[in-house]
């Protein structure tokens, strides 16, 4: 096992899924060679970016055939969650602290967003399935940005 394996199963460990964090390292070629938090950081960290911004424009066109106040809700926090995964990337350097905050931030949003779905009842999977993923995302940017701190 290579130094940066070891680093990103360390990571994984610590997260809500083991097993989702290690698929979610795999899909970046990236993560393999990453020596330090640091490098891990950045990946771990544009993985969500470009997630969140396809799961806003999901919402956004699900809006225009289904314009109810939760998915309307959705799309507001998933500007929250774009803006809080880019801002915290940006952090990296500057700012861990301000960096593991800004991530956490994104997953509550996303969680805001899930509620806004049940407390009206509305039921759409495809936006639960990407809050779940945001979430994810969150605790694995929380766990890394902690490491920076």
Do not use: W
Not at 8 to 27: G, M, P, R, W, Y
Not at 104 to 115: P, V, W
Not at 128 to 147: A, C, F, P
């Amino acid at each position: 096992m290579n130094a940066s394996t070891q680093l990103v199963e360390t990571v994984c460990k610590k997260t809500i899924s083991n097993s989702e964090c290690l698929k979610a390292f795999d899909s970046d070629p990236r993560s393999c060679s990453a020596s330090n938090y640091k490098e891990l950081a950045i990946v771990a960290l544009e993985l969500p970016i470009a997630n969140a911004k396809d799961s806003q424009n999901f919402i956004n066109k699900l809006l225009k055939s289904d314009p109810r106040k939760p998915i309307k809700l959705c799309s507001y926090f998933y500007e929250g969650v774009v803006g809080s995964f880019n801002s915290a990337k940006t952090e990296i350097d500057e700012d861990p602290l301000t960096a593991n905050y800004d991530v956490k931030i994104a997953g509550d949003d996303a969680g805001y967003c899930e509620t806004a779905l049940s407390s009206e009842g509305v039921k759409v999977s495809k936006i639960s399935t990407r809050n779940h993923v945001v979430d994810l995302y969150s605790s694995i940017g929380d766990v890394i940005t902690d490491q920076l701190a």
